[in-house]
């Protein structure tokens, strides 16, 4: 198994920055890929983006790929996600998701809210 806690969620302005953190803890050794996935209020949850935990390799929702950037920390277990140029349609509670290499589940953090105003 692996624990996913993230942080670094908040209210901030139209237009402003944010860093979220998801420490993995558990058989970290095994991560394949972590990523990030978003539910907003009274919509599905969505995919954000994914970094291969082995070569950094990366993938972004296509309407998000110009603001988002997804980033690891082998040695401390942790992936980020720098958000920039936040509009307020990018509140939602934000997720950490992770899988091993030996196991198809998806492992998920409790969610971290992002407000934006504007």
């Known amino acids: 198994q692996v624990q996913l806690a993230e942080s670094g969620g908040g209210l901030v302005q139209s237009g402003g920055s944010l860093r979220l953190s998801c420490a993995a803890s558990?058989?970290?050794?095994?991560?394949?890929?972590m990523g990030w996935f978003r539910q907003a209020p009274g919509k599905e949850r969505e995919f954000v983006a994914r970094?291969?935990?082995?070569?950094?390799?990366?993938s972004y929702a296509d309407s998000l790929k110009d603001r988002f950037t997804i980033s690891r920390d082998n040695a401390k277990n942790t992936v980020y996600l720098q958000m920039s140029s936040l509009k307020p349609e990018d509140t939602a509670v934000y997720s950490c998701?992770?899988?091993?290499?030996?196991?198809?589940?998806?492992?998920w953090g409790q969610g971290t809210q992002v407000t934006v105003s504007s």
């Open positions: 558990g058989r970290t050794f095994n991560i394949n890929f």
């Open positions: 998701a992770g899988r091993l290499n030996d196991s198809p589940k998806y492992y």
């Open positions: 970094i291969n935990w082995r070569d950094g390799s990366t």
